[in-house]
């Protein structure tokens, strides 16, 4: 394949005694001629290797056609009424709907009807205790730069906004539906409507990443503000103190631990937390009094779950407490007694899945609802009974499919320092060494958890694997698991990686040579990271949107705010740290590097272009085998969310590449490409 060509200029930065060449300098300006010139002629190179892939029609078909399960959201209640998203075959994004009692279902926001082309997302939404105001916030073309407005529920009218600068903005609604507090800029403002955004009064001017909540009752505010390893959390009494200068008491500040606050309808503060146990407990205190010194233990930490949420329902003999844990990345919901946390029972699933946050009746009552979805189950809404202890279906996925024949198999590896790794391997039944896919995320404490996807299924219908390697980095196992994928221990996250892919090819499962690995952000890092330290052990990869050059990552998107996962290249230890595994820094000239598609979007402000696209020219100029590397890059997308024809289009392609260069034949098993 003759690539592009890409001047190597003589750029060598000084940076705490070491001199570290980047070649490709030039090609982080996305307005330069010389780097539009060169990204036109890599995407001609990967137009004409696109049309090469074998069943790549097949492929987009087939994505297309388990997509069409669409999904169905928790239910969020307000003044008797309810909120929820929800996405048929055919609509480019999920819809917010909402109805009463003796109502019709209507659409509240629609983005498909406000943009046909499906550039507008919907990025957050918040109703007022009322049910009457509705919050809710758009970007466009992928940019999640949020604006926010608000509507009146009944008519669909917008009686405020737009107010700009909210990016993914929490909003916590006082009483009556005439302010709100929110995050605008990244610092804490009260907004009253119908006056000037501008004018809003700040409630914290530190630029930070705020959370808010309110209670029921509208009284108590929680303001929780990220920070490394941790949060500050503040908690204001709304009565005794004006919502333009909330009296907001320390809860925790300083700390390594994460800690979630809310009122409950008792009049408890409950504090999900992870401070004095990793894996997380749920305790109480008083409001008047929210410092740990007044934390009671009432769930303690369990050794092999996570606890992550929590509700209280009305059950026959009196309130009862339910309490969500992932076990291994597998979701439950524990019934415990609220006075003494003792356990009572476990609530009902359809299978070992991913439950997602509860949802009750704010005014209190028996139900509760929560969406499930695994390998094979498109996500739905389950409703469960604290009266009966039965749990049912409130909401299937609204499309129809039909699923593949697919085995769920679990194991466990070891890690170059010993450690245990799991991994969840989905296949057809059968034995042999198959083409793989092997997928990893390992960041920001972020769990892979089971899912269905229009992604995954096809490859797996066609006679392939895919492997979901639970690394070091994430949060399956809790804090300190995440803890030990960050900063100076980040080389743990790969190493688990390679020894899963290790372990697949010592049992059997696959080859080197038919065993592809897919990423995607933090895990486009740990693609790429694989990718330059073990080459021979893959014969594709896919890097999407990822972060790749380690040394200059903070100066772009969102990289500054990644400094307590990754460390600094202002401090020399943490540069060592950064340049001991960044993938850009470490592409080796004469190198046999596997098949490698990089894949970016023109609206990412999270992680920004420039990160494959340097990490294409290095890879074009470095290999010295035959295998393609090649760039696809898309306008008028994002990071984030985006419509469903872009996201099939996207997984096509990647599905057909992995296809190509692992010998995964179209028209394998099953009515899959």
């Given at each position: ?76 209640w307000r003044g008797g009424r309810r909120f929820f998203l929800r996405r048929t075959a055919g609509q480019e994004h999920a819809v917010l709907y909402t109805a009463a009692a003796g109502e019709n279902v209507r659409a509240l926001v629609d983005p498909g009807v406000l943009d046909p082309g499906g550039l507008v997302t919907l990025d957050h939404w918040q109703p007022d205790a009322e049910g009457r ?541």
């Amino acid at each position: 394949m003759i690539y592009p060509p890409a001047e190597r200029e003589p750029v060598v930065d000084l940076l705490g005694g070491r001199a570290v060449p980047d070649p490709y300098r030039w090609l982080e300006d996305g307005d330069d001629p010389r780097t539009r010139d060169w990204l036109a002629a890599q995407d001609e190179l990967w137009r004409a290797h696109a049309a090469t892939l074998p069943g790549r029609d097949g492929w987009h078909a087939r994505v297309a056609a388990l997509t069409e399960a669409g999904t169905a959201g928790t239910p969020m209640w307000r003044g008797g009424r309810r909120f929820f998203l929800r996405r048929t075959a055919g609509q480019e994004h999920a819809v917010l709907y909402t109805a009463a009692a003796g109502e019709n279902v209507r659409a509240l926001v629609d983005p498909g009807v406000l943009d046909p082309g499906g550039l507008v997302t919907l990025d957050h939404w918040q109703p007022d205790a009322e049910g009457r105001l509705l919050a809710f916030q758009l970007s466009r073309s992928g940019d999640e730069h949020s604006r926010l407005y608000v509507a009146d529920v009944m008519t669909g009218e917008v009686v405020d906004g737009p107010v700009d600068r909210c990016r993914y903005s929490p909003v916590a609604w006082l009483p009556g539906g005439k302010a709100f507090f929110y995050v605008r800029g990244r610092r804490v403002c009260l907004h009253r409507l119908g006056t000037p955004a501008d004018d809003d009064v700040v409630v914290r001017a530190e630029e930070r990443s705020y959370g808010l909540g309110i209670s029921g009752d509208g009284r108590w505010l929680t303001v929780s503000a990220g920070r490394p390893g941790g949060n500050d959390l503040w908690l204001a009494d709304l009565v005794a103190s004006s919502p333009e200068r909330p009296a907001l008491r320390t809860v925790q500040e300083g700390t390594d631990a994460v800690t979630v606050a809310a009122v409950g309808p008792d009049g408890r503060l409950y504090l999900l937390t992870t401070r004095d146990a990793p894996r997380g407990r749920l305790c109480v205190a008083d409001p008047e009094h929210p410092s740990p010194e007044g934390w009671s233990e009432l769930v303690g930490p369990d050794p092999e779950a996570v606890i992550g949420d929590f509700a209280i329902a009305e059950g026959t003999g009196g309130p009862v407490l339910l309490v969500g844990r992932t076990r291994h990345a597998t979701g439950e919901i524990g019934v415990h007694d609220p006075v003494t946390g003792e356990r009572l029972g476990l609530v009902p699933l359809p299978g070992l899945g991913s439950v997602g946050h509860m949802s009750t009746r704010p005014e209190g009552g028996h139900e509760v609802w929560f969406t499930y979805t695994d390998g094979v189950t498109p996500v739905g809404v389950h409703r469960y009974d604290a009266r009966t202890g039965r749990t049912t279906l409130w909401e299937a996925a609204p499309g129809a499919v039909e699923v593949p024949e697919v085995e769920s198999h679990r194991f466990v590896c070891v890690s170059a320092d010993g450690t245990p790794v799991r991994v969840v391997v989905l296949a057809r039944p059968g034995a042999g060494p198959r083409p793989a896919v092997l997928y990893g995320y390992g960041g920001f404490g972020r769990p892979l958890a089971p899912s269905y996807s229009g992604y995954v299924l096809p490859w797996v219908e066609a006679g392939g694997i895919f492997a979901f390697a639970q690394v070091r980095g994430g949060g399956e196992e809790g804090a300190d698991w995440h803890r030990a994928g960050t900063l100076g221990r980040k080389q743990n996250t790969f190493d688990d990686f390679v020894a899963v892919a290790e372990h697949l090819v010592a049992e059997g499962w696959t080859t080197p040579d038919r065993l592809g690995v897919c990423g995607e952000s933090n895990g486009g890092l740990l693609a790429g990271a694989v990718l330059t330290q073990r080459p021979d052990l893959f014969a594709a990869v896919v890097c999407s949107a990822p972060l790749l050059d380690m040394v200059r990552y903070e100066r772009s998107g969102l990289g500054p705010s990644w400094r307590g996962e990754y460390g600094s290249a202002d401090d020399p230890e943490q540069l060592g740290w950064l340049l001991g595994y960044s993938p850009y820094h470490r592409v080796e000239k004469g190198t046999d590097y596997p098949a490698t598609l990089l894949t970016t979007f023109g609206g990412d402000s999270r992680v920004d272009p420039l990160h494959a696209r340097k990490m294409c020219a290095a890879l074009q100029w470095a290999t010295s085998g035959d295998r393609p590397v090649v760039l696809r890059h898309e306008d008028g997308v994002g990071h984030g969310a985006r419509s469903v024809s872009r996201s099939v289009g996207l997984a096509a392609d990647m599905l057909a590449f992995l296809a190509r260069h692992t010998g995964l034949e179209p028209g394998a098993p099953g009515s899959g490409p």
